[in-house]
Nanobody
Framework: QVQFVESGGGLVQAGGSLRLSCAASGFTFRINTIGWYRQAPGNQRELVATITNDGSTSYADSVKGRFTISRDNAKNTAYLQMNSLKPEDTAVYYC?????????????WGQGTQVTVSS
């Protein structure tokens, strides 16, 4: 079945950096767009960054210029490099794939990884 395992979160001071990893399985990783999402307490889950199968990237305005998404198709793994972190980046971060047929994420989500940025 489809699985996502996120890792790399932690507690960091404002201005610091973290690199998140997402190990995916159960589908053809290389053909799907991969997305990183985040959800802060009391907020809806929001899309932070995406990377297509050919490496094109897009970012939410709130993270543009600070976050970089990448992927390694040989390892079925996606990454999110987060620099210049701000307290408002505090959230649980998730990854998922955009299904080719429906254009929507898979219904199964991983446990996420907590990112906490202190001021």
């Amino acid at each position: 079945q489809v699985q996502f395992v996120e890792s790399g979160g932690g507690l960091v001071q404002a201005g610091g950096s973290l690199r998140l990893s997402c190990a995916a399985s159960g589908f053809t990783f290389r053909i799907n767009t991969i997305g990183w999402y985040r959800q802060a307490p009391g907020n809806q889950r929001e899309l932070v960054a995406t990377i297509t199968n050919d490496g094109s990237t897009s970012y939410a305005d709130s993270v543009k210029g600070r976050f970089t998404i990448s992927r390694d198709n040989a390892k079925n793994t996606a990454y999110l490099q987060m620099n210049s972190l701000k307290p408002e980046d505090t959230a649980v971060y998730y990854c998922n794939a955009i299904r080719v047929v429906t254009g929507t994420p898979f219904p199964s989500w991983g446990q996420g990884t907590q990112v906490t940025v202190s001021s």
